[in-house]
């Protein structure tokens, strides 16, 4: 039982360079997150997708791109990488909400990206 | 836009005492809340939700929660070493799939 699966857990890139993080979660949860998370600032939500087919921004979301590419996979894409998005990036599944009752989100462990 | 605040810290309790964290949050239709625990270099760790008025207990943890003064808190009995790490609070409400984090309060807990 893997939870939320993040690949790969560590890159080094150089500016300008591109590409893609994976996420895929075994929960059957509907909802799937990004977050980037950088000391002093806590978690920020990049993109998130409440359902397999669709995809919306969160507070930061320039200079990246989503797939939802099925229930259980959500990839964030840097087409140009900067070096103000050397970060740690999570991933995070839930259920879909109940109402007007959430439901927790469950977290991978993460991937420490540093653009040089 | 929709703001939860936590207390920075860090907060430095000796072994045995209760840690109280502390959170308030802007948005009044807020309906869900949730502790997250954070060891250094780890993932956030799910440890208490909580969605109506009042006290709610898991072990050592409490949660409580006052939706008219907008704040959520957690107390932690019988602090162990173990509990130092950075505790965040998440608020979700009104219809939208998205948390909303505090920057977290650093916790730790002294022998």
């Known amino acids: 039982n893997a939870g939320v699966t993040q690949t790969p857990k560590f890159q080094v890139l150089k500016t300008g360079q591109s590409m893609t993080l994976q996420c895929a979660q075994d929960?059957?949860?509907?909802?799937m997150y990004w977050y980037r998370q950088d000391p002093g600032m806590g978690l920020r939500l990049i993109y998130y997708s409440a359902s397999e087919g669709t995809t919306d921004k969160g507070e930061v979301p320039n200079g990246y791109n989503v797939s939802r590419l099925n229930k259980r996979e959500f990839s964030l894409r840097l087409e140009s990488a900067a070096p103000s998005q050397t970060s740690v990036y999570f991933c995070?599944?839930?259920?879909?909400?109940?109402?007007?009752?959430?439901?927790?989100?469950?977290f991978g462990d993460g991937t420490r990206l540093s653009i040089l | 836009q929709k703001e939860v605040e936590q207390n920075s810290g860090p907060l430095s309790v000796p072994e045995g005492a209760i840690a109280s964290l502390n959170c308030t949050y802007s948005?009044?239709?807020?309906?869900?809340f949730f502790w997250y625990r954070q060891y250094s270099g780890k993932s956030p760790e799910l440890i208490m939700s909580i969605y109506s008025n009042g006290d709610k207990e898991d072990g050592r943890f409490t949660a409580q929660l006052n939706k008219a003064s907008q704040y959520v808190s957690l107390l932690i009995r019988d602090s162990q070493p173990s509990d130092s790490a950075t505790y965040l609070c998440?608020?979700?409400?009104?219809?939208?799939?998205?948390?909303?984090f505090g920057k977290g309060m650093k916790l730790t807990v002294n022998p």
């Open positions: 948005d009044r239709v807020s309906q869900s």
């Open positions: 998440a608020v979700a409400g009104g219809g939208s799939e998205k948390l909303v």
């Open positions: 929960m059957n949860h509907n909802s």
């Open positions: 995070a599944s839930s259920e879909r909400s109940l109402g007007t009752v959430n439901q927790p989100q469950h």
